[in-house]
């Protein structure tokens, strides 16, 4: 966002649900690091080109893919959060 002529960067405060929290402590580091570099990128700028980011089709929120995992989130505009909802493997995130 540009100000007066100043480039401003707003970053969004990230947030986890029980789940993606307890997930997050039971995986390996390096995947652990490389999920949470991924969703701290999200924060800097959820529009960034380099994520892999899509809404979801059947329920509110968006997915960002890292490797065989998915990150399930919500944006909220207007109080600057991204709420992660659900962590897991490519082939579980979707049901239920």
């Not at 707003?10 to 995986?27: G, S, T």
């Amino acid at each position: 966002m540009t100000v007066f002529g100043h480039n401003r960067r707003v970053r969004y405060r990230v947030e986890y649900r029980r789940q993606p929290a307890a997930y997050l402590k039971r995986m390996p580091r390096d995947l652990r690091e490389r999920i949470i570099g991924a969703i701290e990128r999200l924060a800097e700028d959820p529009d960034a080109p380099g994520l892999d980011v899509k809404k979801l089709a059947d329920r509110e929120g968006s997915r960002l893919r890292v490797g065989k995992h998915r990150v399930i989130f919500e944006r909220h505009e207007g109080r600057l959060i991204i709420l992660v909802v659900v962590i897991r493997g490519r082939g579980d995130v979707y049901k239920g």
